[in-house]
Protein backbone atom coordinates (compact mmCIF):
# COMPACT_ATOMS: atom_id res chain seq x y z
CA UNK A 1 0.00 0.00 0.00
CA UNK A 2 1.40 3.18 -0.51
CA UNK A 3 0.32 5.85 1.80
CA UNK A 4 0.30 9.96 1.07
CA UNK A 5 0.01 12.45 4.13
CA UNK A 6 -1.21 15.70 4.08
CA UNK A 7 -2.21 18.58 5.81
CA UNK A 8 0.32 19.96 7.38
CA UNK A 9 1.17 23.25 7.85
CA UNK A 10 1.97 26.40 10.04
CA UNK A 11 -0.74 26.63 13.00
CA UNK A 12 -0.86 29.19 15.87
CA UNK A 13 -0.70 27.70 19.52
CA UNK A 14 -4.16 27.22 20.82
CA UNK A 15 -5.14 26.26 17.02
CA UNK A 16 -6.29 23.10 15.03
CA UNK A 17 -5.21 21.48 11.88
CA UNK A 18 -6.16 18.11 10.76
CA UNK A 19 -3.62 15.51 8.75
CA UNK A 20 -4.69 13.13 6.11
CA UNK A 21 -3.26 9.65 4.91
CA UNK A 22 -4.80 8.96 1.76
CA UNK A 23 -4.00 5.24 0.96
CA UNK A 24 -3.35 3.63 -2.72
CA UNK A 25 -3.00 0.03 -3.50
CA UNK A 26 -4.88 -1.27 -1.19
CA UNK A 27 -7.93 -0.95 1.03
CA UNK A 28 -6.55 0.60 4.30
CA UNK A 29 -9.67 -0.77 6.82
CA UNK A 30 -7.13 -4.08 6.35
CA UNK A 31 -4.28 -2.19 8.76
CA UNK A 32 -3.66 -0.90 11.88
CA UNK A 33 -3.06 2.65 10.40
CA UNK A 34 -0.93 5.12 12.95
CA UNK A 35 0.45 8.87 13.62
CA UNK A 36 3.72 9.33 14.00
CA UNK A 37 5.96 12.40 14.83
CA UNK A 38 9.76 13.40 14.88
CA UNK A 39 10.94 16.55 16.62
CA UNK A 40 14.26 17.93 15.77
CA UNK A 41 17.11 16.37 17.74
CA UNK A 42 14.35 13.45 18.80
CA UNK A 43 13.32 10.24 18.41
CA UNK A 44 10.28 8.98 16.11
CA UNK A 45 6.99 8.20 18.78
CA UNK A 46 3.67 7.06 18.49
CA UNK A 47 1.05 9.60 18.61
CA UNK A 48 -1.90 8.22 17.99
CA UNK A 49 -3.00 4.38 16.61
CA UNK A 50 -6.67 2.60 15.32
CA UNK A 51 -6.81 -1.06 14.69
CA UNK A 52 -7.70 -2.64 11.17
CA UNK A 53 -12.19 -1.59 11.25
CA UNK A 54 -11.51 0.41 14.18
CA UNK A 55 -12.52 -1.32 17.14
CA UNK A 56 -9.27 -0.18 19.22
CA UNK A 57 -7.68 3.31 19.40
CA UNK A 58 -4.25 4.23 21.44
CA UNK A 59 -3.21 8.11 21.86
CA UNK A 60 0.01 9.11 23.43
CA UNK A 61 -0.13 10.62 27.04
CA UNK A 62 0.65 14.01 25.27
CA UNK A 63 -2.14 14.34 22.98
CA UNK A 64 -4.99 12.83 24.87
CA UNK A 65 -8.02 14.93 24.82
CA UNK A 66 -6.80 17.00 21.78
CA UNK A 67 -6.06 15.28 18.90
CA UNK A 68 -8.31 12.61 17.61
CA UNK A 69 -8.03 9.67 15.22
CA UNK A 70 -10.65 8.14 12.74
CA UNK A 71 -10.76 6.22 9.36
CA UNK A 72 -12.91 7.19 6.43
CA UNK A 73 -12.66 3.77 4.34
CA UNK A 74 -15.21 5.16 2.08
CA UNK A 75 -12.30 7.31 0.99
CA UNK A 76 -9.31 5.22 1.95
CA UNK A 77 -8.17 7.71 4.68
CA UNK A 78 -7.31 7.99 7.90
CA UNK A 79 -7.38 11.39 9.71
CA UNK A 80 -5.29 12.91 12.70
CA UNK A 81 -7.88 15.70 14.26
CA UNK A 82 -5.11 18.38 15.88
CA UNK A 83 -6.70 21.04 18.53
CA UNK A 84 -5.16 22.87 21.03
CA UNK A 85 -2.04 22.23 19.81
CA UNK A 86 1.17 23.56 21.72
CA UNK A 87 4.87 24.65 20.34
CA UNK A 88 5.98 21.12 21.83
CA UNK A 89 3.81 19.27 18.95
CA UNK A 90 5.92 21.22 16.29
CA UNK A 91 6.72 18.05 14.51
CA UNK A 92 6.92 15.74 11.52
CA UNK A 93 3.86 13.87 11.42
CA UNK A 94 4.34 10.70 9.61
CA UNK A 95 1.09 8.05 8.49
CA UNK A 96 1.82 4.45 8.77
CA UNK A 97 0.04 1.37 8.36
CA UNK A 98 0.84 -2.32 10.31
CA UNK A 99 -0.77 -5.55 10.67
CA UNK A 100 -1.90 -4.36 14.10
CA UNK A 101 -1.88 -1.98 16.40
CA UNK A 102 0.30 -3.74 19.14
CA UNK A 103 3.18 -3.89 16.44
CA UNK A 104 2.78 0.18 15.63
CA UNK A 105 3.31 0.27 19.32
CA UNK A 106 6.15 -1.42 18.88
CA UNK A 107 6.68 0.87 16.38
CA UNK A 108 7.43 -1.89 13.82
CA UNK A 109 5.72 -0.40 10.63
CA UNK A 110 5.14 -2.46 7.41
CA UNK A 111 4.51 0.85 5.30
CA UNK A 112 5.24 4.29 5.61
CA UNK A 113 4.15 7.37 4.29
CA UNK A 114 6.08 10.86 3.33
CA UNK A 115 5.96 13.51 6.51
CA UNK A 116 4.06 16.31 6.49
CA UNK A 117 5.56 19.37 8.62
CA UNK A 118 3.26 20.69 11.48
CA UNK A 119 4.62 23.88 12.93
CA UNK A 120 3.46 25.35 15.95
CA UNK A 121 3.86 29.15 16.37
CA UNK A 122 3.65 30.52 20.43
Known amino acids: VQLQASGGGLVQAGGSLRLSCAGS????????MGWFRQAPGKERELVSA????????YYADSVKGRFTISSEYTKNTVNLQMNSVQPEDTAVYYC????????????????WGQGTLVTVSS
Open 96 to 111: AASSSAHRLRGSQVDY
Open 25 to 32: GRTLSSYA
Open 50 to 57: ISAYGSYI
